[in-house]
């Protein structure tokens, strides 16, 4: 019975001996595992992390080209320039077929003044009809016989406007002013004409 009890004993003491050699192998065999793995890559980055601030910018720098590009599609375009002489023979024309009243006389004479005024740049405040046929007189540019032309119309137009309606023959107001039109055009083309021939000698 002792002796058994001394076996137990020294089993005992010889297990408890080898213990912490045990678990030095078990701590180096995992250690040894460990080290074996290999270690996790990095996350690659997302598309939104590598991109998110050029797709931005793109999508910004678009919506402002678009807005650019409707904003001068729709803008209102400015009125094109009516040379003055289109403008005073469309006035006119819409005058004709109707009859020579002082209503017709009064707007015809008006067009005929303020596309004379328009042609040589003249003063556009409000003159009467001796003090416009004045100072067309004395532009150079018109020369007297047209001058002379329009101040005849004018005043004719002023003497059936003011005075009692009486039975006498229409004047064709539409068509002699359409005439004096067509004289002011071309005296304006022989005046630049002239300013052309006298710029190429002198250069």
Do not use: H
Request: hydrophobic share 45%.
């Amino acid at each position: 019975m002792v002796e058994m009890t001394v076996r137990i004993l020294t089993a005992v003491l010889w297990l408890a001996a080898q213990a912490p050699l045990f678990a030095n192998t078990n701590y180096s065999r995992t250690e040894e595992i460990l080290k074996l793995r290999p270690p996790r890559g990095e996350i690659p980055p997302t598309f939104w992390e590598k991109n998110g601030l050029w797709v931005v910018s793109s999508g910004v720098a678009l919506m402002v080209l678009a807005g650019a590009g409707i904003w001068f599609l729709t803008r209102p375009k400015p009125p094109q320039a009516v040379p003055p002489e289109v403008r005073a023979r469309r006035a006119v024309e819409a005058l004709r077929g109707r009859a020579e009243d002082g209503v017709v006389l009064s707007r015809v004479s008006q067009v005929l003044r303020r596309y004379v005024t328009a042609a040589f740049e003249l003063p556009s405040e409000e003159m009467t009809t001796s003090e416009f046929c004045r100072v067309i007189g004395g532009e150079a540019r018109l020369g007297p016989q047209v001058a002379g032309a329009i101040s005849d119309f004018l005043r004719r137009c002023d003497e059936r406007k003011f005075t009692l309606p009486a039975p006498r023959p229409e004047m064709d107001a539409v068509g002699e002013a359409l005439n004096l039109i067509e004289a002011v055009e071309a005296r304006r083309a022989a005046s630049y004409q002239a300013m052309a021939t006298q710029t190429a000698k002198s250069s």
